[in-house]
C-alpha cells in the first residue's frame, strides 16, 4: 500500500476566498449536470466539506449541497484538474486526471484529505501494479446516468476496465460493490462484470463508497438499445428475452445461496409487507403528482388492506438481496468473447494490472461467452432511495415487475404497442419455468404459490415510481407509465 503524502497547493487547503469564488461557481455548474440530484430545487447553500491531491494537477473536491425544502444536505464529489491559475471543474475530461486515478488503485494508495483519507482498494488483495503497462488511452462514457463511468484501454487499444465513480455520496456499503463481490465470492454465477477495486472515503466514524472498479464487457449494446435496434429491423427477439428471463432467474438462486449475513434469505413477515403497502401508498399520495393524483383514486383504494392490494400471498416466502432497479438499461447483450474474469479457475489479468502468482491459481481467468448472451450491472439500486433502502431484502418479483415495465417503455418507443405482450410472455415464462426447475416455489421458497397478485402489486408501485419521475423529467413520456397504470388497474 502506498502512503501518498498531503499537499498544500493549490487544492488541498484552498483560501477562503477561493473557496467562496469555488463554491459560487458550483452553484451556476451544478445543475446543468446529469447526475445532480437535485434538479428543480433551488440551491440555498454550498459548502467546502473536504479537499484532497491525487498528484500533479489532480484535485478531488466534496461539495455539501443544501437546497430550499425538508431534504438534509446533498454530498457530492468533483474531480478537479489543478492547473497554475487554480481549481477548475469537470477534470475528468482531462486525460492526465482520469490516468491519476487509476494509477492511484494500481498503487492501492492512501491519499490524506482534510479531514479524512482516500484509500483505493484492488481485489484479490494480491492483486499488484504492473508500472509497464498502464492503460494507454481513458474516455468518459457516453451513456446517460447518474454517475460518471470512464472507459479504460490497454496498449492495443482494447477497452479493459471501467471505472465508475458516484456523485452523489451516502455513508455505508454500496450494494454495486458488495453484491457483485458476493456473487464472486460465494457462487458460481458469472454473468455480472468483476469487482476489480473500489476507492473509500473516510472520515470521523463514515465511510463512503466513492467509486468501483469493474471488467469492461465487450457488447452489442445495452438491452434497451439492442432491443429498439432490433425491432426497427423487423427481428424475432423473444428467443432472446426468453434468455434474458432464464438469467434473471439464475441471479435470483445465486443471490439466495449466499449465507453470508448481508444476504442469508429471511422469511417476508407481516411487518414486511406492511413496510411494502405504506411505501407504495406514500408514492401515490405524493404531491409531486399533482393532478395525476385523482387517476390514482382506484390503487390507494386497494392499497387499504394486504389483501386487496396483492401482497397477502407472499407472507412466509423468502426474501432475500436483489438487483433493485432492474430494466433494460441494467443488462448489456454480449457481441464477443470476454477478455478476462476474477473466478476460481486459473488464469491472468493482463493490461495495466497484474495477477500475483497466488492469484493467479484461484483466478477464473479467460472465459469465453456465446455471442447472444447477456450480463448484468449496475446493482447499486434506485439512486432516488438511501442506501438502507437499497441494501434491504425485497421479493424477487419486485426485479421482474421492473424489466416487465421496462419492456413496456420499450414497445412505446419503437412504436410497436402490440409487441408487448409476446415480450413479457417470453421473459417470464422463461423465468418461471426456470426457478420452478429448482422446486416448487424457486429455491428457498421465493415465489408465491399464486404469482399474478403480487407481480401486480410491484408493477403498480413501479408505474407510479415512473409517473413521477416522468413529470420531473421528461413529460413527453409521461403517456408510457399512464398507460401501464390504465391496462394493470382494469377490474379484473
Not at 437535485?38 to 467546502?48: E, M, N, Q, R, W
Request: glycine share 10%.
Amino acid at each position: 500500500m502506498m502512503q501518498v503524502a498531503a499537499k498544500v497547493e493549490p487544492w488541498a487547503n484552498i483560501p477562503a476566498a477561493s473557496k467562496a469564488q469555488l463554491a459560487a461557481q458550483l452553484g451556476t455548474w451544478l445543475p446543468h449536470q446529469r447526475w445532480f440530484a437535485g434538479k428543480g430545487a433551488t440551491i440555498t447553500a454550498i459548502k467546502i466539506a473536504d479537499t484532497a491531491v491525487l498528484g500533479p494537477e489532480t484535485g478531488w473536491l466534496l461539495a455539501e449541497v443544501a437546497t430550499a425544502g425538508p431534504e438534509p444536505p446533498a454530498m457530492y464529489q468533483l474531480m478537479g484538474s489543478t492547473p497554475a491559475g487554480g481549481a477548475a471543474l469537470g477534470g475528468m475530461n482531462v486525460a492526465a486526471v482520469r490516468a491519476r486515478w487509476f494509477q492511484r488503485l494500481a498503487e492501492t494508495a492512501v491519499v490524506p484529505t482534510a479531514h479524512g483519507e482516500l484509500q483505493f482498494e484492488l481485489f484479490p488483495p494480491g492483486l499488484a501494479a504492473s508500472g509497464e503497462k498502464w492503460p494507454a488511452t481513458s474516455r468518459v462514457g457516453s451513456a446517460e446516468q447518474s454517475n460518471t463511468s470512464i472507459l479504460f484501454a490497454d496498449g492495443e487499444g482494447t477497452t479493459r476496465w471501467v471505472l465508475k465513480l458516484f456523485r452523489h455520496l451516502l455513508p455505508g456499503e454500496n450494494p454495486e460493490f458488495e453484491i457483485p463481490r458476493a456473487l464472486a465470492e460465494h457462487t458460481s454465477f458469472r454473468h455480472v462484470p468483476a469487482a476489480l477495486g473500489r476507492v473509500l472515503y473516510r472520515t470521523g466514524s463514515d465511510e463512503y463508497t466513492i467509486a468501483t472498479l469493474q471488467e469492461f464487457i465487450p457488447n452489442d449494446g445495452d438491452g434497451w438499445t439492442y432491443v429498439l435496434r432490433q425491432l426497427a429491423a423487423g427481428a424475432d427477439i423473444r428467443a432472446d428475452l426468453a434468455r434474458l428471463g432464464g438469467r434473471t432467474a439464475e441471479l435470483h438462486q445465486a443471490l439466495a445461496s449466499i449465507a453470508a449475513p448481508a444476504f442469508r434469505p429471511q422469511p417476508i413477515d407481516a411487518a414486511g409487507l406492511e413496510h411494502w403497502r405504506r411505501r407504495a401508498l406514500a408514492g401515490a399520495e405524493d404531491v409531486r403528482l399533482g393532478s395525476y393524483r385523482d387517476q390514482l383514486a382506484r390503487w390507494r383504494a386497494r392499497l387499504a388492506d394486504l389483501d386487496t392490494c396483492g401482497l397477502a400471498g407472499l407472507e412466509g416466502c423468502a426474501q432475500i438481496r436483489i438487483h433493485g432497479d432492474y430494466h433494460l438499461g441494467q443488462v448489456l447483450k454480449t457481441a464477443v468473447a470476454r477478455h478476462f474474469s476474477l473466478g476460481r479457475s486459473r488464469g491472468s489479468l493482463e493490461g495495466g494490472l497484474r495477477l500475483t502468482a497466488a492469484d493467479a491459481r484461484s483466478a477464473r481467468g479467460i472465459s469465453k461467452l456465446p455471442p447472444d448472451d447477456f450480463f448484468i450491472f449496475d446493482f447499486e439500486g434506485e439512486p432516488a432511495r438511501p442506501l438502507s433502502e437499497r441494501r434491504r431484502r425485497g421479493c424477487v418479483l419486485q426485479d421482474v415487475a421492473g424489466m416487465l415495465r421496462s419492456l413496456s417503455y420499450a414497445a412505446h418507443a419503437a412504436g410497436q404497442p402490440a409487441w408487448e405482450a409476446g415480450a413479457r410472455k417470453s421473459f417470464l415464462d422463461s423465468y418461471l419455468e426456470t426457478m420452478r426447475g429448482q422446486g416448487a416455489g424457486g429455491p428457498a421458497g421465493l415465489l408465491p404459490a399464486q404469482v399474478a397478485p403480487a407481480l401486480a402489486f410491484f408493477e403498480l408501485e413501479k408505474a407510479v415510481y415512473e409517473l413521477r419521475y416522468e413529470l420531473a423529467h421528461r413529460p413527453d413520456w409521461v403517456a408510457v407509465p399512464l398507460a401501464g397504470l390504465a391496462a394493470l388497474l382494469l377490474p379484473s
